[in-house]
C-alpha cells in the first residue's frame, strides 16, 4: 500500500532522462528546478549505440553527479533500454522535460504520449529558462570546437572537459 493509509510516506519521484554529451546549464536549470518540486530526482543517462557521443556515458554520468550534487536529491545512472522500463523499474511515475521552443514540442509530444501509451507514465513539461532557449549539447560542442567561448553555457567543469576532450586552450 502506499499514500496517505501506509506506513512509508509515499516519494515523489521523477526522471530527468537524455543524452547529456555533456551536461549544460540548460539542463542544469531543468534538473534543479525538478529537484524542487520531488523529493527524489532521477538523471537518466540514456545510451543509444548507435550514437557516437564526444564522451563516453561514464563521463557524461561523472560530470552530472558532480554538477547536480549539491541539489541533494539528485540520483545519475546510465540506461540501456525504453524510457518507460527505467521508470517502472524505479517505481517513477512522471518524466520532467524542458521545452525550449515551439519546434522541440512536435517530436515531445509524440515521445510524450508514446510513453503515456506504453506504461501510463506522465511528461511534465518546464518551459526552459529564456537565458537557454537556444541551447544544445550538440551546439555547444560545435562551438567549441571551433574555438568559441562557451564559458557561459556549461558549468566550469565541463567547460574543463571539454577544452581538454577537444584539445583548445
Ligand atoms: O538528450 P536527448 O538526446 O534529446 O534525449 C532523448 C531521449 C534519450 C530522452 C529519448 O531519445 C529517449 O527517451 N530514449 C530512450 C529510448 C526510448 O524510450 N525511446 C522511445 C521514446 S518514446
New binding site residues.
Given amino acids: 500500500m502506499t499514500g496517505p493509509e501506509s506506513e512509508e510516506p509515499l516519494l515523489r519521484r521523477a526522471v530527468c532522462?537524455?543524452?547529456?554529451?555533456p551536461v549544460t546549464n540548460g539542463h542544469l536549470d531543468i534538473i534543479g528546478r525538478a529537484s524542487k518540486l520531488y523529493d527524489e530526482v532521477y538523471v537518466?543517462v540514456?545510451i543509444?549505440k548507435s550514437?557516437q557521443g564526444l564522451f563516453t556515458v561514464e563521463e557524461r554520468m561523472d560530470l552530472l553527479r558532480q554538477t547536480t550534487a549539491e541539489y541533494g536529491n539528485v540520483s545519475v545512472e546510465a540506461?540501456h533500454?525504453?524510457?518507460?522500463?527505467?521508470c517502472k523499474q524505479r517505481e517513477i511515475p512522471a518524466i520532467v522535460?524542458g521545452l525550449r521552443a515551439v519546434s522541440d514540442f512536435d517530436y515531445e509530444l509524440?515521445?510524450?504520449q508514446?510513453?503515456n501509451g506504453?506504461s501510463g507514465v506522465e511528461t511534465l513539461f518546464v518551459p526552459t529558462n529564456p537565458t537557454y532557449s537556444f541551447l544544445?549539447?550538440s551546439l555547444v560542442k560545435e562551438v567549441a570546437a571551433w574555438g568559441g567561448d562557451v564559458a557561459h553555457l556549461v558549468p566550469p567543469l565541463v567547460l574543463e572537459a571539454l577544452t581538454e576532450r577537444l584539445g583548445r586552450k
Fill in positions: 532522462p537524455g543524452s547529456f554529451d537518466a540514456m543509444n550514437k540506461f533500454g525504453l524510457l518507460v522500463d527505467f522535460k509524440q515521445m510524450a508514446m510513453n506504453l544544445s549539447s
